[in-house]
């Protein structure tokens, strides 16, 4: 019954070696955000779609990208992953089409950088 | 820069006890607030949400909000040990177009004590 989908759970990467981070939802939900957490901070918002149109935060770095194929899934891509990029990486969903504001959250991909 | 502060805690309950965690915010615009539970090496999980200056309750759990004082908190009674966790408050800024961005707080560690 799982909503939104996380994979993998734990991923171990080398310093620079290109990573990919997935998430699939059953929601139907047009938005679909990334957010980055590293250990007792808040979740920090990398960037969204809202449907298609890709919206990037200013001070997300270039070595992270995102790709959105279909309405279902979203991938988030670590070019050259140092090790400040180790944290948990947070997929989330929304609907705006009902209005509804309620972010609903993936489990969560924790990254180790090596 | 539009922030959301938080005590970060941690705070100490006893099991029974009332927890009362803050939340202020610097933007007058917000419209939306919100409360996420999350455990440790867990993803956020919502608990509530309120619009509305005032209280709103849902079973052992209290929102209040005063925009006048851009001020929102979460009242846990009879607080149990499975309520320690970290508690994220999150913020949306007015809806004026599509985009909207959610602010989260550095997050309050709970702890109840048996």
């Known amino acids: 019954d799982a909503m939104v989908i996380q994979n993998p759970r734990y991923q171990v990467t080398q310093f620079g070696k290109p990573v990919t981070l997935s998430c699939s939802q059953t929601l139907n939900h047009n938005v679909m955000y990334w957010y980055q957490q590293k250990s007792s901070q808040a979740p920090k918002l990398l960037f969204h779609?809202?449907?298609?149109?890709?919206?990037n935060e200013a001070d997300t770095p270039d070595n992270f990208q995102s790709r959105r194929p279909n309405t279902s899934f979203c991938f988030l891509d670590i070019r050259s992953p140092g090790l400040g990029d180790a944290a948990m990486y947070l997929c989330?969903?929304?609907?705006?089409?009902?209005?509804?504001?309620?972010?609903?959250f993936g489990p969560g991909t924790r990254l180790l950088v090596l | 820069q539009k922030e959301v502060e938080q005590n970060s805690g941690p705070l100490s309950v006893p099991e029974g006890a009332i927890a009362s965690l803050n939340c202020t915010y610097s933007d007058r615009g917000s419209q939306s607030f919100f409360w996420y539970r999350q455990y440790s090496g867990k993803s956020p999980e919502l608990i509530m949400f309120i619009y509305s200056n005032g209280d709103k309750e849902d079973g052992r759990f209290t929102a209040q909000l005063n925009k006048a004082s851009q001020y929102v908190s979460l009242l846990i009674r009879d607080s149990q040990p499975s309520d320690s966790a970290t508690y994220l408050c999150a913020v949306i800024e007015a809806l004026k177009t599509s985009y909207d961005k959610v602010i989260f707080g550095p997050g309050t560690s709970l702890s109840v004590i048996p």
């Open positions: 989330a969903t929304r609907d705006t089409g009902t209005g509804g504001l309620i972010q609903y």
């Open positions: 779609y809202y449907d298609k149109d890709f919206n």
